[in-house]
């Protein structure tokens, strides 16, 4: 019987790009009612995986950024 022939993997060689590489890099969208009830229960339920993602950068349309900015504004406690 022969025994077992390993090597190590180094990953992809400087210069080249994989399907696989491209793909961990590539943005998904969904419908904001998809995501926003697991973002509620997760900052109520006080998750501490939400702190890894507190810098990330999301994309949002002008006009629901608008509509933030408006509830921002109106939602401030009165002096």
């Known amino acids: 019987m022969m025994p077992p022939h390993l ?3 180094y990953g992809p060689s400087e210069g080249e790009e ?3 590489s491209v793909n961990v ?3 998904v969208s969904v419908p904001l009612g998809e995501v ?3 973002l509620v229960d997760a900052v109520r339920s ?3 995986w939400l702190s890894d993602f ?3 950068e999301i994309t949002l349309s002008t ?3 608008e509509v ?3 509830y921002q504004h109106y939602r401030r406690p009165s002096a």
């Open 25 to 27: 890099t590539s943005v």
């Open 68 to 70: 933030l900015l408006a």
């Open 46 to 48: 006080e998750r501490t």
């Open 36 to 38: 926003l009830p697991l």
């Open 18 to 20: 994989t399907t696989q």
């Open 54 to 56: 507190q810098n990330e």
């Open 63 to 65: 006009d629901l950024y």
């Open 7 to 9: 090597r190590v993997y």
